[in-house]
């Protein structure tokens, strides 16, 4: 793996975060392999144009909320585990969860599996 767990959770995070279409589409495109994957219990993409749509999607759902990594992100081999929450800035979360990401030979992302807590508020 090239990059550490913390430094593909940032940026996995930033890619969520991105208002903006076109800087969106080029941060999923800088992190993600051309043929990655997600999933989640409420939601799946796939290739740059799929999961930046996806990440689009879920920002109209929740507008004014960002996402901010939860804990320490950790990996081992070619996997990279880190935590989120989601909620205003500053404020007290109303979402989390944990997400998985496996990474090719380049540290670019093939897939993520997330997983989402059982409730809000976690600190």
């Given at each position: 793996?090239?990059?550490?767990?913390?430094?593909?959770?940032?940026?996995?995070l930033?890619?969520?975060?991105?208002?903006?279409?076109?800087?969106?589409?080029?941060l999923?495109?800088?992190?993600?392999?051309?043929?990655?994957?997600?999933?989640?219990?409420?939601?799946?993409?796939?290739?740059?144009?799929?999961?930046?749509?996806?990440?689009?999607?879920?920002?109209?759902?929740?507008?004014?909320?960002?996402?901010?990594?939860?804990?320490?992100?950790?990996?081992?081999?070619?996997?990279?585990?880190?935590?989120?929450?989601?909620?205003?800035?500053?404020?007290?979360?109303?979402?989390?969860?944990t997400?998985?990401?496996?990474?090719d030979?380049?540290g670019?992302?093939?897939?993520?599996?997330?997983?989402?807590?059982?409730?809000?508020?976690?600190?």
């Open positions: 793996m090239t990059a550490t767990p913390h430094a593909i959770a940032e940026r996995y930033a890619s969520w975060n991105e208002a903006d279409d076109a800087r969106r589409q080029a999923v495109a800088a992190l993600w392999s051309p043929q990655g994957r997600y999933a989640d219990p409420l939601m799946s993409g796939e290739g740059h144009d799929g999961i930046a749509r996806m990440i689009a999607t879920a920002r109209a759902q929740f507008p004014g909320l960002v996402f901010s990594a939860r804990g320490q992100a950790d990996g081992h081999g070619p996997f990279a585990r880190f935590s989120w929450s989601l909620g205003p800035a500053g404020g007290a979360p109303v979402a989390g969860g997400d998985v990401a496996r990474l030979d380049a670019r992302v093939v897939e993520v599996i997330g997983f989402l807590d059982a409730g809000a508020g976690h600190a």
